[in-house]
């Protein structure tokens, strides 16, 4: 008899995909007011996951439980995700300030034992500090295995067959439940939730609570020193002849 | 107004929202959408109105989930 999966799904609040982000005046990050906030993309196929997994082994999944870490406005995400599908969701509301992923898995790792999780979906990374470290640390401190960067998931009873996108190729692991899944962009196509969904997401559960609540403490490891574009990319030559383009490219030392 | 017509302005301005560039532009485009089939109220020609209606509802969908999509695509793995 396999036990139950309850999955739990860590999702952020970022600068939507489609934008293109502006350096502050100060050159310490990006310029977030007035611009619109999205799910992570691959927070959004993370959950996009755990739904479709819950829909094909509707006996053995228990429950989705969706968490976000942010400011109080990751509401919205989190409406998102209910709306999409997930069961229930907490807030951990930190405040405006952005958190370094080891803070972040210290609170997941809370929110796991609290929600007694047994199979972690989320992101391979955030499209805004790509830091692409949080599975992978949540992973170390639970001492569970994980499956990073996958691109097909399969479950069987207690057994998770993944197939991870590597370097020219694929890899496909099979590891018993506890896991940590980090989601490739491949993995799934997220639906945009639609009103109807969205209205009935109202009345699912939402809890918001503090950091202190888990007796974690944020404090900052890193200092942000400088933010800056990549250089602009300098204007090309016309060339009128064959022969100047020979020319040109000798001059360059390309021939 | 049918019940149906209405849920179905709902969705699709819910959907406008998203749309990329000024969301009062696409709203009067959805408006008039709607009032240049206003004599329609029943039957097979409302039938064909709504379907239209829902068939755009999922392109938007579609596009939305390309847009994000792409945009990732072209950022991290082009």
Redesign the interface.
Known sequence: MSSKIRILVPVKRVIDAALKPRINKTNTGVESKGVKFSMNPFCDIAVEEAVKIKEAHKEAVESIHAVSIGPSKAQDILRTALAKGVDTSTLVDVGEQEIEPLQVSKLLKKVVEQKDSNLVILGKQAIDDDSNQTGQMLAGLLGWPQATNASKVVVEGDFVTVTREVDGGAETIRAKLPLIITTDLRLNEPKFVTLPKMMKAKKKPLEIVKPDAYGVTIEERLEILKVEEPPARSAGVKVSSVDELVSKLQELKAL | MNPKVR?LY??LL??AK?Y?GDYPKIRDKLHDGFIRNARVSSGEELEKCLEHGEFI?KE??SL??L???R???R???D
């Open positions: 849920q709902k969705d819910w959907l998203n990329p509802a938007l969908q939305y989930f847009r994000t999509y945009a990732v695509k950022n991290y793995y």
